[in-house]
């Protein structure tokens, strides 16, 4: 069922990869969902190398299945963070915020199978041509740092541009979402909202409650004047930041504003004036569900769903 070259390349049993998101993606959120037959992810955000080993071997303790780490290529430890995924025996690796190029050949020396985030159809030809294994196509209808086209127009584009698998991101929480992925030619979602709001995530029961009563709109985003917009849920610090940017503010004192924020909020739970970070799908989920009902939902969903377009196109374009 959904057998793809996202499941064979990554060992897995569902195409559905869950988000490096800086803070929430522990080794408890990520062995959770390897446990439940997806890929997870532990997220190095800004944290130090130690962090992210300590996390690494926390994750090895509870679960033998594939899983991976998700670089964040501006953070200021990226140095080391690639230095201990080379040692740590990380089978995938997803990076976030750049180009991951120049790492590229120490990935392949340890056989660690790297899948960038592309926000575009220029450079994900680019790192074709430099050998990854596989995109992840992300639109901005995501959480976080964002690009800007949107998932319905950009997949399709670079499924069209490479030959290697795509996975899709951004919007993506049920299998509707799922299976029109599909549809566009991934071969794979990687999820990041929904699984804020499972059980397993470290996550203040504020920053939940939060996503789980956002309305379509509240989604917005902050930091376009600083080339590094941020998708996040509207409430006090969005409107104060905002205001610095009307009013010109540079981007170091942007920075200083939002240092730190994304902590108050996860690990603090103050969702008044931390960052709450969360995609436009953030609307449509109303419950905290375990890893495992998340993504064996979502499969179910997606069958279900895959049938009431066969009943609509009559039974397929020959019936
Ligand atoms: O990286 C993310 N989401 C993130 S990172 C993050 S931490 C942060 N906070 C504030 C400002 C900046 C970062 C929070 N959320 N998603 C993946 C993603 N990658 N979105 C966009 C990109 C991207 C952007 C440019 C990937 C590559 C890229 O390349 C530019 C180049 O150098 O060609």
Same mark, same amino acid.
């Given at each position: ?161 490479? &030959? ?44 939940? &409650? ?110």
């Amino acid at each position: 069922m959904f057998n793809t070259r996202v499941t064979q390349l990554l060992g897995i049993q569902y195409p559905i990869i869950q988000g490096g998101m800086a803070w929430v993606a522990t080794h408890e959120l990520a062995a959770a969902v390897s446990e439940a037959g997806g890929l997870g992810i532990i997220a190095a955000g800004n944290a130090p190398g130690d962090f992210v080993r300590n996390e690494i071997r926390a994750l090895k303790k509870k679960t033998d299945k594939p899983f991976g780490v998700n670089i964040m290529l501006l953070s200021p430890f990226v140095e080391d963070v690639v230095d201990i995924v080379c040692q740590e025996g990380v089978p995938v690796v997803t990076t976030g915020a750049g180009n991951p190029g120049k790492y590229l050949d120490r990935f392949r020396e340890k056989g660690i199978k790297v899948i960038p985030v592309v926000p575009s159809v220029a450079l994900a030809k680019r790192l074709e041509k430099q050998g990854v294994d596989a995109f992840i196509v992300e639109g901005t209808e995501a959480g976080g740092h964002i690009g800007e086209l949107t998932t319905m127009a950009l997949v399709p584009q670079v499924c069209d541009a490479v &030959d290697l698998p795509v996975i899709a991101a951004g919007g993506i929480a049920d299998g509707r979402g799922f299976i029109a992925a599909l549809a566009l030619g991934a071969e794979g979602v990687q999820v990041g909202t929904r699984f804020v709001c499972s059980t397993e995530a470290k996550v203040h029961s504020s920053y939940k &409650d939060a996503l789980i009563n956002a309305k379509d709109r509240d989604a917005i985003v902050t930091g376009r004047t600083t080339g590094h917009p941020v998708r996040v849920i509207k409430n006090q610090f969005t409107r104060e930041f905002l205001e610095m940017e009307k009013n010109g503010a540079s981007v170091e004192e942007l920075e200083a504003a939002g240092a730190g924020k994304l902590r108050l909020a996860v690990v603090d739970g103050d969702i008044d004036n931390g960052s709450v970070m969360s995609g436009q799908i953030a609307g449509m989920i109303k419950d905290i569900k375990s890893c495992r009902d998340i993504i064996e939902g979502m499969v179910q969903e997606a069958l279900t769903s895959n049938e009431r377009i066969n009943q609509l196109s009559g039974g397929g374009l020959d019936g």
